[in-house]
């Protein structure tokens, strides 16, 4: 355990009296000390200095007004008016970012506390390559180059997608590496046929958009690979997997998000396909049948990386920002209300164009005949799957509209720009949601109207 040793002292404190405080204090908190810190109006104490060279240890002082920041547990007015602040030993620990594990401890002319010093992180440029490379993560579908993968660079990709964690350490992932242009073929028209037939189920201005879209890049790319999952390895008794079994599956992509991180930082760019049934890959593949297809992805070098992800570029899609998914201490407690924020966004929304769509709060599956229709479903009991229902069982009306809110946002990101809202349910709820849906899409520059 690395520690921190805060002090306070009079001055020219005996050095035996300093050495005997903190050595005491030592058996009560053992471990390496790695850290001395007092106020800048002792640091040339010399008691201090030969403890920090006996202990090989850093010396560093901090100025009490920072010290005064701190909030220690054993506060004193009589140290606050001799130093400037009303703690040293203890707001020394806390200062350097160390837990306080031993109160101050007193001696005739000095005070001593430990604290525990947290593993460090990376230097500053360290920290900025991994949160760059994570920033200039792209899918990429376009601009594939026609050039070969380096057998040991791939080994590289792939071992970093090996030390993703997993559920138990089940790892339960393995890596279908696939170069042979014939089967790239197959699962090309696997992907091809599902793209046609998502296609005809859109509207027919987002079928316009979605022309433009390349979704795949399975015969653009030297190197395909196939991560797979086995839901039953490591047996019966896997750590952690009892509970949720969707951990197995969940670790799995966390190797996908490895593998794709590391391809970034050796330059080579990922699409990952996602129009086919996984079985009929599978199938292609030849794979056992108790294991299970996670994600398909195209690899290759690429002529460069976008500045923005593609479907943002093209207009299809926004991100969404950071404060909206971020909630404290229960679900929708934000920095602001959402509604608050939605009412004064409408004041200045810019008018938005995109598709047209049909919400039917309250409504069932029957009412999906249209393709730009989509139902609010606000029964608690979870439907059946379907992604033209969107189940929001809200326990309050002040729930529902948020919920409301929430879905013309997200919406609104997705390439929305008109909203009709249908009204199929006359309770609280639904009424209080319908009404959320106006104030989401108003302050998103959404048209919207009531059928």
């Not at 440029?125 to 200039?136: L, S, W």
């Not at 479903?377 to 009306?397: E, H, M, N, S, Y």
Request: hydrophobic share 45%; net charge negative; proline share 6%.
């Amino acid at each position: 355990m690395k520690l921190v040793v805060g002090v306070g002292l009079r001055a020219n404190t005996p050095y035996a009296e300093l050495r005997a405080l903190v050595d005491s204090a030592l058996k009560e908190a053992p471990g390496d000390v790695q850290l001395i810190v007092t106020v800048t109006s002792k640091e040339a104490e010399l008691a201090l200095h030969r403890l920090a060279d006996d202990l090989n240890a850093e010396l560093r002082a901090i100025p009490p007004n920072e010290l005064a920041e701190q909030t220690p547990p054993n506060p004193s007015e009589h140290v606050e008016q001799l130093t400037g602040t009303p703690s040293v030993a203890e707001a020394a620990v806390l200062a350097v970012g160390a837990e306080l594990i031993l109160p101050k401890r007193r001696s005739a002319n000095a005070t001593a506390a430990i604290g525990r010093l947290p593993a460090p992180g990376y230097q500053p440029a360290d920290r900025e390559v991994v949160h760059r490379v994570i920033a200039e993560r792209r899918d990429v579908r376009r601009g594939f180059l026609n050039l070969p993968i380096d057998n040991d660079l791939l080994t590289r990709v792939l071992e970093s997608a090996h030390r993703a964690p997993s559920v138990g350490l089940s790892q339960p992932w393995d890596f279908l590496v696939i170069r042979d242009l014939a089967t790239r073929r197959k699962v090309h028209d696997l992907a091809t046929a599902q793209r046609d037939a998502f296609a005809a189920s859109l509207p027919d201005d987002r079928r316009a958009k979605f022309d433009g879209l390349k979704i795949e890049a399975i015969l653009d790319t030297p190197v395909n690979i196939a991560v797979t999952c086995d839901p039953g390895r490591g047996g019966r008794h896997v750590l952690g997997r009892h509970a949720d079994p969707r951990t197995t599956w969940f670790s799995a992509a966390i190797a996908i998000q490895n593998l794709w991180l590391a391809a970034r930082a050796e330059g080579l760019g990922v699409g990952w396909v996602s129009f086919f049934e996984p079985a009929e890959v599978a199938d292609v593949l030849d794979l056992p049948a108790h294991i299970e297809l996670v994600g398909y992805l195209c690899v290759g070098y690429v002529e460069e990386f976008a500045a923005a992800p593609e479907l943002v570029r093209s207009g299809w899609a926004k991100r969404r920002p950071l404060e909206w998914a971020i909630h404290h201490e229960e679900w929708g407690r934000r920095e602001a209300s959402i509604v608050e924020d939605a009412i004064q966004a409408g004041h200045n929304a810019v008018q938005a164009v995109g598709q047209r769509v049909r919400l039917i709060v309250g409504g069932d599956k029957a009412d999906l005949q249209q393709a730009d229709a989509l139902v609010i479903d606000l029964t608690p009991t979870k439907p059946q799957a379907d992604f033209g229902v969107l189940w929001r069982p809200a326990r309050t009306p002040a729930e529902a509209v948020e919920f409301g809110v929430e879905i013309a946002r997200d919406l609104a990101l997705q390439g929305v720009g008109q909203l009709v809202v249908q009204l199929a349910d006359p309770s609280a709820e639904a009424t209080a949601l319908a009404h959320g849906l106006e104030v989401g899409a108003s302050a998103c520059g959404l048209t919207h109207s009531r059928a």
